[in-house]
């Protein structure tokens, strides 16, 4: 069982910047692929970021990806997402996600991760 905590959600500005962190415990995360993912009230969930076993592959959503980056640490066991020029439309719960890969450089940005974080909210007021 991996167990996995987001953390760094907030209420911030448009124009902001914030860092969200997943902190996993039970299971050393090298053998995951890592997965954020997000949802606005009223929508339905959507791939933000996804990151190899390795870290040496990742990928995040056309919609954000001159604004977001994806990060990991496994000797800490912790996966990042940092989130750049915020807009009012990136109002929502942020989860991380993790699934076990096979192979070092396997990505996923569909939603058919294994294990979930209870998510963090974040709050873009304009």
């Known amino acids: 069982q991996v167990q996995l905590v987001e953390s760094g959600g907030r209420l911030v500005q448009a124009g902001g910047s914030l860092r969200l962190s997943c902190a996993a415990s039970?299971?050393?995360?090298?053998?995951?692929?890592m997965g954020w993912f997000r949802q606005a009230p009223g929508k339905e969930r959507e791939f933000v970021a996804t990151?190899?076993?390795?870290?040496?592959?990742?990928s995040v959503a056309d919609t954000v990806k001159d604004r977001f980056m994806v990060s990991r640490d496994n000797a800490k066991n912790t996966v990042d997402l940092q989130v750049n020029s915020l807009k009012p439309e990136d109002t929502a719960v942020y989860y991380c996600?993790?699934?076990?890969?096979?192979?070092?450089?396997?990505?996923?940005?569909?939603?058919?991760?294994?294990?979930w974080g209870q998510g963090t909210q974040v709050t873009v007021s304009s």
């Open positions: 996600a993790a699934r076990w890969a096979l192979s070092s450089d396997y990505v996923a940005v569909t939603d058919d991760y294994t294990y």
């Open positions: 990151i190899s076993r390795s870290g040496a592959i990742a």
């Open positions: 039970g299971r050393s995360l090298r053998t995951y692929t």
